[in-house]
C-alpha cells in the first residue's frame, strides 16, 4: 500500500483539529488533517455556529418585546414573523465554511485525506487502503447527540443538534428533553423567537452540574419569559398522532402525565466519537467516556 509520512496528524476536522493542524503548520511541522465527514465539525455545521446564530436572532426578538423599557413603542410587535430566521442560520454556517475548505487547507500546505481512518499501530493510520505514518498524532473526533432508549423514540422523527438547523422553519411548540447547556440555550432561544417549549430534566433542577445557585436564577428567569420547565420528569415514552408527537412523562412519587408537541429536541447528553478507530492498536488509553487524558 501507498505510504505519505507526516510530522503530525490530526484526525478529526473540527474546531479542536483544524486549531491543531494550523499551529503545528505555523510552528514547521509537516502536518495532515484527516476527516471521514466534512471539514469544520459540530462547531460550523451543528453547533456553535448555527446555535449562537439562532441566540442572536432570538436576542434581538427579545429585545424587541423589551422596547417599551427603552422609552418606544413597536407597533407591529404582535405581527412579527420568524419564517426566514432558519435559513439566515444556514447562511451563517455556509459563509463560515468557505474559510474551512479542502482547497483553503491545502493551499496553506496542510494535507487533507477525506475518509474514515483506522489505526493499525502507534506511528501509522490506514485511510481508504492508503497508509499515513506520523511522528505524533492528534485525536480529535469530537462527539455526537447521546440518544436514549426510551420506548418509542426511534418512531418519531426526533430532533438533535444534528439536524435541527435544518429545519426550513420553526414548529409551532416542541418538548425539549434534557435541562443541560444545549437543552436550556436553545429552550431560551425558541422561547423568544415564538416558539412554546416544554423542557424535561429528570433530575430536580436544570443544569445539575453547575451552581445550584445559578442554576436557580437561570430556570427562574427562563420560566418568567415563559418555558414550562419540568424538572424531576422522566420520560417513559413517545408516540405519534394526528401530528403531534405525545411524550408520557413520570415524576419521583410515580406520577404519570403526558405532554405534547409538534416536535421533539433530545439533549440529553454527547458520547465520543471514537468507535471504529481501532484505538486499541495506537497504543492510546480509551474508554466509553473517551480517550483519556492528563492534566494539561
Known amino acids: 500500500m501507498q505510504r505519505r509520512k507526516f510530522d503530525l496528524v490530526v484526525v478529526g476536522g473540527g474546531a479542536g483539529g483544524l486549531s491543531a493542524a494550523f499551529t503545528a503548520k505555523y510552528l514547521g511541522a509537516k502536518t495532515c488533517i484527516i476527516e471521514k465527514r466534512r471539514l469544520g465539525g459540530d462547531c460550523t455545521w451543528s453547533g456553535c455556529i448555527p446555535s449562537k446564530t439562532l441566540l442572536k436572532s432570538a436576542s434581538v426578538a427579545h429585545l424587541i418585546s423589551r422596547s417599551k423599557e427603552f422609552g418606544m413603542t413597536v407597533l407591529s410587535e404582535s405581527s412579527m414573523k420568524t419564517d426566514k430566521v432558519m435559513a439566515r442560520v444556514r447562511s451563517v454556517v455556509h459563509q463560515v465554511a468557505k474559510n474551512e475548505s479542502v482547497e483553503l487547507l491545502e493551499k496553506e500546505g496542510i494535507g487533507v485525506i477525506l475518509g474514515n481512518p483506522r489505526f493499525l499501530n502507534e506511528k501509522e493510520i490506514e485511510v481508504g487502503g492508503e497508509v499515513i505514518q506520523f511522528k505524533k498524532c492528534v485525536i480529535s473526533t469530537g462527539s455526537r447527540p447521546l440518544i436514549p432508549k426510551i420506548e418509542g423514540l426511534e418512531k418519531i422523527a426526533y430532533l438533535s443538534n444534528e439536524n435541527l438547523f435544518d429545519l426550513k422553519e420553526l414548529p409551532g411548540n416542541i418538548i425539549i428533553l434534557g435541562g443541560g447547556p444545549v437543552g436550556v440555550e436553545m429552550a431560551q432561544a425558541l422561547n423568544r423567537l415564538g416558539v412554546k417549549v416544554s423542557l424535561v430534566e429528570m433530575r430536580q433542577r436544570i443544569l445539575f452540574r453547575e451552581d445550584e445557585e445559578v442554576s436557580k436564577i437561570l430556570e427562574q428567569r427562563i420560566k418568567e419569559e415563559g418555558v414550562q420547565v419540568l424538572t ?65
Open 232 to 296: 424531576g420528569k422522566k420520560a417513559l415514552s413517545f408516540s405519534n398522532k394526528l401530528g403531534l408527537v405525545y411524550c408520557r412523562i413520570e415524576n419521583l412519587d410515580r406520577k404519570k402525565e403526558t405532554i405534547s408537541a409538534e416536535r421533539v429536541l433530545v439533549a440529553v447528553g454527547r458520547r465520543p466519537n471514537t468507535e471504529d478507530l481501532s484505538l486499541e492498536e495506537s497504543g492510546v488509553s480509551f474508554t466509553s467516556q473517551g480517550v483519556a487524558v492528563n492534566s494539561y
